[in-house]
């Protein structure tokens, strides 16, 4: 079993930045590639970044790419969202996700945690 948290998030005018960690518990942590997902009010949950088990893979949505930075520690268990040039656009929850292969599909995650609110305002 893989438990995820996360924290990190919060309001922040347009232009700051943020930065989102995922705890991870479960022993099988570091062979997981970890996602980010995000979900906006009435909208679909949408892909944002994955990185793989070594941290040598990593993959962006067009819309965060070159703002966005998935990194992770694997002696802490902790993966991590660094956002930068926030836009009101980027306002959602954010939540982390376990998988077993380097995907941008939701549906490919097998663990999911609950979520941090992040507000970009104009």
């Known amino acids: 079993q893989v438990q995820l948290v996360e924290s990190g998030g919060g309001s922040v005018q347009a232009g700051g930045s943020l930065r989102l960690s995922c705890a991870v518990s479960g022993r099988t942590y570091s062979m997981y590639h970890m996602g980010w997902f995000r979900q906006a009010p009435g909208k679909e949950r949408e892909f944002v970044a994955v990185?793989?088990?070594?941290?040598?893979?990593?993959r962006y949505a067009d819309s965060v790419k070159g703002r966005f930075t998935v990194s992770r520690d694997n002696a802490k268990n902790t993966v991590y969202l660094q956002m930068n040039s926030l836009r009101p656009e980027d306002t959602a929850v954010y939540s982390c996700?376990?998988?077993?292969?380097?995907?941008?599909?939701?549906?490919?995650?097998?663990?999911w945690g609950q979520g941090t609110q992040v507000t970009v305002s104009s």
């Open positions: 990185i793989s088990w070594s941290g040598r893979i990593t």
């Open positions: 996700a376990a998988s077993s292969q380097i995907a941008t599909i939701g549906d490919r995650y097998d663990y």
